[in-house]
């Protein structure tokens, strides 16, 4: 049974670093990409970024230089690191997984962890 | 980037209805097409994928249809539970964009 669960620190002051973890289990990340997207409260959804199946990511340039994915495959986890928050980032953080190589669909979706930006 | 424009943005409709959302990509996205359902506090919900493909588990009720730049979402029959917010999802080209969503609820 596939699943994805985010955990977060909930509270992050500007200017500091995000830092969120996906765990994941039922399948490989070897096998399958993760992706990350948020969602502004009461807004729609943005895609952030993903790492592959080989381990290369990819990011959402509208985030610019702020963003790092990586992951532990030994653990089963994913990690998303953004630097220099502002209030803007404040969004419900998901991690997704999508239905496999080149089928870029998202079948499977965290809980979803929800970030405020403020001082 | 492809950009998503979704509408209505807000649906009203009665009970056993039928239900159109629509949503036109900026270039053709040749059927790399989703549609999602989100309830309040839930993540979202995968209905449809390659434009017009029922996800497993999913009412029949629902359906997709389009190609090249334009798609739409189809519910017949609403049902109380179908309240909540739809959302298109593009998957040709990165970076991933989606609709602006549509506000269902029952008249």
């Known amino acids: 049974q596939v699943q994805l669960k985010e955990s977060g620190p909930g509270l992050v002051q500007p200017s500091q670093t995000l830092s969120l973890t996906c765990y994941v289990s039922g399948f490989s990340l070897t096998s399958n990409s993760v992706h990350w997207v948020r969602q502004p409260p009461g807004k729609g959804l943005e895609w952030v970024g993903t790492?592959?199946?080989?381990?290369?990511?990819y990011h959402n340039s509208a985030l610019k230089s702020r963003l790092s994915i990586s992951r532990d495959t030994s653990k089963s986890q994913v990690f998303l690191k953004m630097n220099s928050l502002q209030t803007e980032d404040t969004a419900i953080y998901f991690c997704?997984?999508?239905?496999?190589?080149?089928?870029?669909?998202?079948?499977?979706w965290g809980q979803g962890t929800l970030v405020t930006v403020s001082s | 980037d492809i950009r998503m424009t979704q509408s209505p943005a807000s649906l009203s409709a009665s009970l056993g209805e039928t239900v159109n959302i629509e949503c036109l990509a900026s270039e053709d996205i040749y059927s790399d097409l989703a549609w999602y359902q989100q309830k309040p506090g839930k993540s979202p919900q995968l209905l449809i994928y390659?434009?017009?493909s029922l996800q497993n588990g999913v009412p029949s009720r629902f359906s997709g249809s389009g190609s090249g730049t334009q798609y739409s979402l189809k519910i017949n029959s609403l049902q109380s539970e179908d309240v909540a917010t739809y959302f298109c999802q593009q998957y040709n080209n990165y970076p991933f964009t989606f609709g602006s969503g549509t506000k269902l609820e029952i008249k």
């Open positions: 390659n434009a017009n």
């Open positions: 790492i592959w199946t080989g381990g290369n990511t």
């Open positions: 997704t997984r999508s239905h496999g190589t080149y089928y870029n669909w998202f079948p499977y």
